[in-house]
């Protein structure tokens, strides 16, 4: 097998992985935020282990470390509001709504940049509303509240993966997720009492997992944040931004796939929930078409993909 074909198996194994995470989100009873919680401390505390991190944490100024600390705030958040929608709707839902992060990074990434937003942004934006449209007709109206929790939690991906765009190059990639991890479960250590409050469903109160969530939690940790890591690491050295930005962009119909085959949610939704998701991938898929560079290195944002299952994660920055 030749390297870029070898690469390009490792990238769809990544995301892959990635769709699990929804379906594992799905299988633990525990409540969205200790879900969260849990796995952003796994992963930032196996990651303290390492020397590597200690001496990266140690070089970085301060303000670097706080800027990356609010990213973290804003990961921790996104993965909240996802797997709110996880547990309020259903793992294809969530998914579902994880492809319009794409939508909103065309329409927030040009404001942080400070250019103007182009056509073909504006066309994608307006593309997927008759596909909105559609998942929110096509769902148990109790559903609906997880389509608006999910639709947030694009945004805040959105955001975060806007923000680590212009800090990507100032440190280590694996310190990068550290920081950000470990910030992310000290903010949600502190906002617990506050969504008890406000959304109890989502927090519920503090408890060791049981073995069944444990396991689950590891497999979440382990198998769907770091191992795809370092897969992706290994392959964005042999493949093109744009074979990539391709791949990444079909986690959610990975993930709908495997919520049908594993929990047969297709006995929830209805054909209009799945035309409408047939339409946002079509525009979602048609992003990277519209806006690809006669010659892009493949840059794919590390960070981004311990963090999340962050879309529009390419670099470099898109031109008219």
Request: hydrophobic fraction near 60%.
């Amino acid at each position: 097998m030749t390297p870029t074909a070898k690469a390009h198996w490792q990238i769809h194994a990544c995301v892959l992985l990635w769709g699990f995470t929804a379906i594992l989100g799905k299988l633990i009873a525990l409540p969205a935020l200790p879900l969260v919680w849990w796995r952003m401390l796994l992963v930032a505390a196996t990651l303290l282990l390492l020397p590597r991190i200690r001496r990266g944490l140690r070089a970085l100024p301060p303000r670097l470390l706080g800027a990356y600390a609010g990213i973290g705030v804003l990961v921790a958040l996104h993965w909240l509001t996802f797997y709110g929608a996880v547990k309020l709707a259903n793992a294809s839902v969530a998914a579902t709504c994880m492809a319009l992060a794409t939508v909103f990074v065309a329409l927030i990434e040009p404001r942080l940049s400070r250019r103007r937003i182009s056509w073909r942004e504006l066309a994608l934006g307006v593309a997927v509303l008759p596909g909105v449209a559609l998942v929110v007709g096509g769902v148990p109206a109790q559903m609906r509240i997880g389509i608006a929790v999910g639709a947030l939690s694009a945004l805040f991906v959105a955001l975060f993966g806007a923000l680590n765009k212009r800090l990507v190059e100032r440190a280590d990639p694996l310190t990068v997720t550290a920081i950000e991890l470990g910030a992310g479960a000290g903010a949600l250590t502190l906002l617990w009492p506050l969504v008890a409050v406000l959304v109890p469903s989502l927090a519920g109160g503090f408890a060791l997992p049981g073995a069944r969530d444990a396991g689950y939690l590891l497999l979440l940790a382990f198998g769907c944040t770091l191992l795809p890591f370092a897969l992706s690491l290994a392959a964005l050295r042999h493949m093109s931004a744009f074979s990539a930005q391709l791949a990444v962009n079909l986690e959610p119909v990975y993930a709908i796939a495997l919520a049908i085959l594993l929990l047969g949610e297709q006995r929830e939704l209805t054909p209009a929930f799945y035309a409408g998701v047939a339409i946002i991938m079509a525009a979602v898929l048609a992003h990277p078409l519209l806006s690809r560079r006669r010659a892009a290195p493949a840059q794919l944002h590390a960070e981004n993909l311990a963090t999340g299952e962050a879309r529009d994660l390419i670099e470099p920055r898109r031109r008219d």
